[in-house]
Structures are given as C-alpha cells and as structure tokens.
C-alpha cells in the first residue's frame, strides 16, 4: 500500500510539511550578508545546493523576499558558511525574525571573520565559508533562488583530512529534516562509482 498526495487538493501548509519532511536530509547555507546601511545579517537556509562547479556557483532559495536577498540584492556579496554539529542552537537561533536594523552576528554572539575578496564577514565559529558574488537571481514560484559564483573559500584546517579535503566526521555538518528536526551526521559508506 501507498498514500497518494495531491498537492492542489492540500490546504495550508501541508504540502510544504510533506515536501520538507521528504526531501531530507538537506544541507545548510548559513547565510551572512551586510545591508546597504552596513548592518550584518545571518540565517540557515535549507533550500541550499551546487547549481555550478565551472565557474562554481552555489545557490539557495529564500521564500519570500527575506532581508537576506535583500542585501544581496542591493550588495551583490554574501558569505555561505557551513555549521557544525555543535552550532546547531546558535544556527536556529540566527533564523529568528530580527528587525532589519539588528545586527544578527551580536544578537547571537557569533564572532564576524573577515573574508579574503569580498566585504562581508564570514561565521567565525563556521569551520567552512564560500565568499560569493550574486550571480543571478530567479523568481520561481514563491522562491528567489539566490545563485552566487565563489571567489574564494576557507576552511579550518582542522576539518581538512590528510588529502587536503574536508572529512565528513570532522565537519560534522548538521542538516535540515522535515517538522522542527534537524539531522545529525550520519555513518558513511564507500562506494566506486562505475
Ligand atoms: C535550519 C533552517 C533552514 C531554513 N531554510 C530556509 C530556506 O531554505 N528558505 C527560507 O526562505 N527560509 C528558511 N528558513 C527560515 C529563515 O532562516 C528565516 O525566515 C530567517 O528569519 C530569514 O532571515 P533573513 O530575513 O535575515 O534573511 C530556515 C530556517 C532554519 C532554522
């Protein structure tokens, strides 16, 4: 047996409740930027992947016009960074709705790190951060799909294993399930791709 959903025939938010219980586990931009009047803003979006790896480009889907496109928008640069699993409070803390003209870094006692190229701070305590520059912004549906092309990326080089990439277990990366869950990371396998 299986239970068929029609999403036209669901009310409210029960789509959206079963898509983002589904489509898991998702990954987490933690999304610095600066707004035009030089206030820093940080939030989780979850709605977050590779759209390009020539030229690398990152993207992540901001529903509704929140003050992180905002500042893109007016900007054109943003910082992704990526959590780890000991930051998961402090990450959902940085989603709450803060006024436009607070500053997210001091409300949630994250420490702002400067970036190599671009003028936005990244996450200090973040052990990853992708500086980018707003590629292109597309309006689809009720999202704003934010595509930035990275020009540059620093990792702590405690994450970095012996081959010089980051190892899942160090990053310990948190991501995102459906309801108010988040996912821990989980054991890896090892497979040859054919
Ligand atoms: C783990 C997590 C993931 C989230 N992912 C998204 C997302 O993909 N898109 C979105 O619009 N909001 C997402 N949110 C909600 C935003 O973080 C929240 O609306 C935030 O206040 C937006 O901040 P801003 O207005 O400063 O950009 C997520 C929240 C959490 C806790």
Redesign the pocket.
Known sequence: MRTVFDPAAMRGSAFYRLLTASVVP?P??W?S?RSRDGVL????????TVASSKPPILQ?????H??????ITDTGEFVVNIGTESLIDV??A?????A?DED?FAETGLTPRESTVVSVPGVAEAPISFECVRHLILEVGN?SVVMGRVVSVSVRDDVLAGDGLPDFARLAP?S?LGRSE?GLPPDTVERVRP
């Open positions: 998702r987490i931009a999304v930027t803003n940080l939030a989780p979006y979850s709605f977050f992540f889907t901001s529903l509704g929140k003050d992180s496109w905002r500042n990450m959902n940085s989603s709450a709705e803060f436009p997210e999202g948190p995102r988040w």
